[in-house]
């Protein structure tokens, strides 16, 4: 027969001991109606006075940090394709690179640095894709590589013959990342 421990608000039945430690035991339990799961830490009975008293105050303030983790909600989610994430990484910098490798010539002759470049720029476009199973590496890996836009970005004045409206693009380009950064990032609320 199972063990019953009785708790504030229900009755638990010990399904299985998950571990055991200096701190108590671990058990897997559940609810005598069977409508809620959870898991139990009680103190070892083997142990001293002083001992179940300093495993209570662990397990009391364990439990008030599980509670506090409940109720916080995670905004921002991982996933890679999230359609701002989108906006502002793959399509942005795919269309970026298709620009760049159709003038990829012309930019070689102006920078004898382009070719190289724009190939790590491609290559922090595909990584960013590549490992968009594991968004931690996907970002990294991608940010560490894009670096490179930051001199790539001004390459654009080279493909524009009218300097103004290579100017104005260049504007709009930054004031884009920026809105879907503060956006994202919540520091202008709308």
């Known amino acids: 027969m199972a063990k019953v421990y009785s708790g504030i608000k229900n009755n638990w039945l010990v399904l299985e001991q998950i571990g055991k430690g200096d701190a108590g035991e671990v058990f897997l339990v559940e609810s005598k109606d069977k409508t809620l799961q959870g898991i139990l830490k009680r103190p070892l009975q083997i142990a001293t006075g002083g001992t179940i008293i300093r495993q209570a105050s662990q397990i009391e303030t364990e439990g008030e940090i599980l509670f506090a983790l409940a109720y916080i909600i995670f905004e921002k989610p991982l996933f890679c394709f999230n359609p701002i994430i989108f906006l502002r990484f793959s399509f942005s910098r795919i269309i970026f690179c298709y620009i760049l490798l159709w003038k990829w010539e012309y930019l070689a002759e102006k ?12 290559l922090s476009s595909l990584s960013f894709i590549v490992f968009s199973d594991i ?13 490179v836009e930051i001199v790539l970005i001004p390459y654009i004045l080279y493909l524009i013959k009218n300097r103004t409206i290579g100017k104005l ?21 709308f």
Not at 135 to 147: K, N
Not at 169 to 189: D, K, M, P, V
């Open 169 to 189: 693009i260049l504007s709009f380009i930054a004031l884009g990342f920026l809105c879907l950064t503060l956006l994202y990032e919540r520091i202008i609320a």
């Open 111 to 122: 920078s004898r640095y382009a070719v190289v470049i724009i190939k790590i720029y491609i």
């Open 135 to 147: 968004p931690t590496l996907a970002f990294r890996v991608s940010e560490l590589l894009g670096i």
